[in-house]
C-alpha cells in the first residue's frame, strides 16, 4: 500500500462516521444535553427559590445586612489553628479580652509589614491578605470574645 492510498482509506472512513453521526442524529433524545431551559428552569427555580439572580440578590443582600461581627467570625476560621476557637490563644498569643482598637493596630501593623513580637514574620502573609473592611469585622469580632 503506498500512502495515497493510505490517506484515501482514512479520509474515507473519517467522512463515513460523520455522514453516519450526523444522518443517526436522534432528535427526539431527551436525556442530559447540559442544558437546564424552559420546564426544566423553571422547575429548577421553584425548587430553588427564584432565578440565579434571585438567589444571588438575596445573598448579597444578606451579606451586606450581615453584622462586622458575623463576618468576623466567619473570616476567624482562617485564625483558630493559632489562636484558638475562642482566642484563647496557642501557637499565637491569646486575642481574647483584647480591645477592638487594639486589634485593629496589631492587625494594620502587620499588614504594613512591622514586626511586633519574636514571631510576626507568621502573621506578616495573615494579615496582607486582609482589607480595611476584614481587618475591621475580625476586630469586632474578637473584641466579642
Ligand atoms: C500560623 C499561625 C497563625 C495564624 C493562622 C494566625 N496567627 Fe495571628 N499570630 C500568630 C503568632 C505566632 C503571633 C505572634 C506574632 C509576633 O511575634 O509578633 C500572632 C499575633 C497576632 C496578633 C497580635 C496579638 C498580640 O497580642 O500581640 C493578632 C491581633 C493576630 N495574630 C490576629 C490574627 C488573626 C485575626 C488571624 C486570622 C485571620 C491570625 N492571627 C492568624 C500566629 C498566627
Known amino acids: 500500500m503506498n500512502t495515497n492510498v493510505i490517506v484515501a ?20 433524545w431527551t436525556g442530559n444535553r447540559n442544558v437546564c431551559v424552559g420546564e426544566c428552569y423553571e422547575t429548577w427555580k421553584s425548587e430553588n427559590g427564584g432565578s440565579i439572580a434571585d ?9 451586606a445586612a450581615a453584622s462586622p461581627e458575623a463576618l468576623g467570625e466567619k473570616y476567624y ?10 482566642g484563647e490563644g496557642g501557637i499565637g498569643p ?16 502587620y499588614r504594613a509589614g512591622e514586626a511586633r513580637g519574636a514571631q510576626s514574620a507568621l502573621m506578616w502573609p495573615v494579615a496582607k491578605a486582609m482589607s480595611d473592611s476584614d481587618i475591621a469585622n475580625i476586630a469586632a469580632y474578637v473584641g466579642t470574645l
Do not use: P, Y
Not at 491569646?94 to 501593623?109: E, H, S
Open 9 to 28: 482509506v482514512f479520509t474515507i472512513a473519517v467522512t463515513a462516521i460523520i455522514w453516519f453521526g450526523t444522518t443517526r442524529n436522534d432528535a427526539s
Open 55 to 63: 438567589i444571588e440578590r438575596t445573598k448579597q443582600d444578606l451579606l
Open 77 to 86: 476560621g482562617q485564625c483558630i489553628a493559632c489562636h484558638g476557637g475562642n
Open 94 to 109: 491569646m486575642l481574647a479580652g483584647q480591645t477592638v482598637a487594639v486589634i485593629t493596630d496589631k492587625l494594620t501593623g
